[in-house]
Nanobody, 119 residues
């Protein structure tokens, strides 16, 4: 059974940092891509970062590029999203999702973790 457990959200001030974690189970670790998405009520879900464990490729959206780093710990089957220089517009529920490395659709989703950035 595939499971994703996201954590690490919280309340921070503008300019602060948070590290989100996504523990993944039930997937072949070398054949998985993990993405981080965020959603604000009334707005479309936005993909913010992705790491492909098979080919090592990493993607960032323009909205977080230069302020965020996605990384993985192979021993813990965990993917991290380090977010720095947080802004109020980063406030959202953040989700991690998994897909087979060679398939484009994310079929497995974790529960969200709330990130709130105060101005």
């Amino acid at each position: 059974e595939v499971q994703l457990q996201a954590s690490g959200g919280g309340l921070v001030e503008t300019g602060g940092s948070l590290r989100l974690s996504c523990v993944v189970s039930g997937f072949t670790w070398d054949d998985v891509a993990i993405g981080w998405f965020r959603q604000v009520p009334g707005k479309e879900r936005e993909g913010v970062a992705c790491i492909n464990n098979k080919d090592g490729k990493i993607y960032y959206s323009d909205s977080v590029k230069g302020r965020s780093t996605i990384s993985r710990d192979d021993a813990k089957n965990t993917v991290y999203l380090q977010m720095n220089s947080l802004r109020p517009e980063d406030t959202a529920v953040y989700y991690c999702a998994a897909r087979r490395a060679s398939i484009g659709q994310y079929d497995y989703w974790g529960q969200g973790t709330q990130v709130t950035v105060s101005s």
